[in-house]
């Protein structure tokens, strides 16, 4: 069966700091990868997306991730953290044609310390 | 244009009562998508429509069901409610070939 695993529940880090959230995925075929934000109170935004060719992915706000598929892992990554980052981030994996269904991780909250 | 929109955006009702929750997508979207988020569970798909047919439908009772109308817009009704049907319910719609979702901002279920 499909399968999320953000393994970190909540990770500070100091503003100006790198950021990686980790992400680890189980599915049989080459999978649809996202990154989700969701401020308090909001929806969620959609950060990058992984469909197919380079494994190096960029997205809004400065946000990059890597597929790797030897390691089943799309992990997020910031170089410089804004305190405005601040928020929980979710991973998911959905599969071609059923994109409005996606399995998301149980997400990663990311505080900022000043 | 205008992004997902979903009403009511709060409300409160008792055990056993019904609640109907809509869902607008953002213009010329034809998929729909239902989650349901908890503190426990995450986030959780309920079902998916696409042109007025549902497409997919996740692990959850028969009391959740939903609908999509000719103008794309949708429903989802919850019968019977329990205590644990408390949650943030997350509305998203799709256009069919992008494959990214656009999430509305929820319409919270507190049930007492």
């Known amino acids: ?114 | 244009k205008a992004g997902v929109t979903q009403t009511p955006r709060y409300l409160i009702k008792t055990r056993g009562q019904q609640v109907t929750l809509s869902c607008s997508p953002i213009s010329g979207h034809r998929s729909v998508s239902w989650y349901q988020q908890t503190p426990g569970q995450g986030l959780q798909f309920l079902f998916e429509y696409f042109s007025e047919t549902q497409r997919n439908k996740g692990n959850f009772p028969g009391r959740f069901s939903g609908r999509q109308f000719s103008n794309s817009r949708s429903e989802m009704n919850v019968s019977t409610l329990e205590l644990g049907d408390s949650a943030l319910y997350l509305c998203a719609s799709s256009a069919e070939v992008a494959g990214e979702l656009f999430f509305g901002e929820g319409s919270r279920l507190t049930v007492l």
């Open chain 1, 1 to 114: 069966a499909q399968s999320v695993t953000q393994p970190d529940i909540h990770i500070t880090v100091s503003e100006g700091a790198s950021l990686e959230l980790r992400c680890n995925y189980s599915y049989g075929a080459t999978p649809y990868l996202f990154w989700y934000v969701q401020s308090p109170g909001q929806g969620l935004q959609l950060l990058l997306k992984y469909f197919s060719g380079d494994t190096l992915v960029q997205g809004i706000k400065g946000f990059e991730a890597e597929f790797k598929r030897s390691q089943s892992s799309f992990n997020l990554r910031k170089p410089s953290v804004h305190w405005s980052d601040a928020a929980e981030y979710f991973c998911a994996v959905g599969a071609q044609g059923s994109q409005g269904n996606l399995i998301f991780g149980k997400g990663t909250k990311l505080s900022v310390k000043p």
